[in-house]
């Protein structure tokens, strides 16, 4: 019997945001989709807009199984993952573990064909790019939603992850945020008139 498939569904157990004070919880699976949506649209803007040659579909991929090691390792809150460069290798190296873990649960015939998504490789290093903005612009989203409903706890996460989002220099970001961002502040009724 393989366990991948069944290991890969249990990210909908693991809380994001565990430290802090959640108006709304927020969990790996759920943050996978908003993530892959996100990363899908940045590529489509960058395609679109900025003459670049993104592979849509490939970047949603990548997005869905981006936290898919958290099933294993549980979700580090960020300033412990980057408190200095010791933990920050140290972690990469238990998801590195993680992810041989993950795969192994795999019959033998079909680890290549995951493997090609959970190693990063030179060719998708701009796909990558475009992962990492969408968990950041996920992240932003995640502190405007919880403002909006009168938390107060993510007030210094939202200053932090703009300063990050800006240091990017990435034009589908700016777009992104330009465009779309505001939405996530507005209730229903407000986005629908």
Not at 36 to 52: E, Q, R, T
Not at 85 to 90: H, S
Request: charged residues 25%; glycine residues 2%.
């Amino acid at each position: 019997m393989n366990h991948f498939y069944a290991y890969v569904s249990r990210m909908k157990l693991i809380q994001r945001w565990a430290l802090m004070h959640n108006v709304r919880k927020e969990n790996v699976q759920e943050h996978s989709l908003q993530v892959a949506i996100i990363a899908h649209a940045l590529s489509v803007v960058g395609n679109k807009y900025f003459k670049k040659s993104y592979n849509q579909e490939r970047v949603a991929l990548l997005s869905v199984y981006h936290d898919a090691t958290e099933v294993l390792t549980g979700d580090l809150p960020t300033p412990v993952k980057y408190y200095n460069p010791e933990i920050r290798e140290a972690y990469k190296a238990i998801e590195n573990s993680a992810t041989d873990k993950l795969l192994s649960l795999l019959p033998e015939d079909l680890i290549p064909e995951y493997k090609d998504i959970f190693k990063m490789k030179d060719e998708d290093s701009q796909l990558w790019k475009l992962v990492k903005a969408a968990d950041s612009l996920c992240a932003y989203i995640k502190c405007l939603e919880e403002a909006a409903a009168g938390n107060k706890e993510f007030n210094q996460a939202k200053i932090a992850i703009e300063d990050t989002l800006k240091k990017m220099e990435m034009p589908e970001v700016e777009y992104f945020l330009k465009h779309f961002i505001g939405s996530f502040s507005l209730s229903l009724d407000e986005m629908s008139i």
